[in-house]
């Protein structure tokens, strides 16, 4: 008896497929082979389009990465001008100005400077990428990268009315970082901590040893994040939808670069957050080895 083999496609909108049908042999070992032979074809098969694949996608990253340096190379000449000529207007020193127009003049200063941040941003985050960051890994006292951090945030979270508590061991050894990166991704983890946590609220910084090496938070009795949120929060350009984060300008990628730069850095980061119960946010650095 021979029957024909069916598809059924009524529930299947759109999809592409291929279909072959090959003669069998009877005989066990005969099928065997044929069977054999048919996995190998289709192995190489996929080999092949997985190597196109790749090809095409080191194609399209080294296309982007080169886009992103013409385009931050040539952006930042022309916004170093108009900070430049801002400045001088907001000083009076091309003429006398009225209280309105230095009110213009700085939200024209205030958008240049947040253009300069992504700026940078995209910068670093395409030197990560392509390798040509250039990082002075050294033994960076711990203590002192974390006051720098909080010298720029507290007059912030106090006018805002929150509640700041710095919790430090009285030894606190250094770190392997890169100083100026590890100021980076503390000032990340505090201005987000500050931005989404609402007056009256609470921001706790801290800093854990351990044996090989230190584990530092941010903790904060903020918006929370949603668990959907959660898989996304180191996503390039990943921005929440919740209302107080559409409040801020930003473009998604202080997490991102922060998370990068500590993985860099021989570190690693991580967080736990529950919505409207607040965040903490973590990363581990290794401890610096003696001289």
Known sequence: ????????????????MRLAAYPLPEEPAALLQETIRLT?????????EYEALREAIDMAQQAKNKFVSVVTHELRL?????????????????????????????VVRSNVERMSALISDLSDISHLETGRMKLGIQATPLRQAIEGALNHFQTLIAEKGQHLEVDLPAELPSVQADPARLLQVLSCLLSNAWKYTPAGGSITLRAIPADDHIRIEVQDTGIGISPAD???IFTPFFRSDHEAVREHPGWGLALHLAHRLVEVMGGRMGFSSEPEAGSTFWFHLPVAKPD
């Open 1 to 16: 008896m021979t029957t024909e083999p069916t598809v059924n496609l009524a529930a299947i909108k759109e999809h592409l």
């Open 40 to 48: 190998e074809d289709l192995n190489e098969e996929l080999k092949s």
């Open 78 to 106: 022309p916004l170093t001008s108009i900070k430049g000529y801002t400045d001088l207007l907001r000083q009076g020193i091309v003429g006398p100005v009225n209280e309105q127009q230095i009110e213009f003049l700085n």
């Open 230 to 232: 959660q898989a996304k």
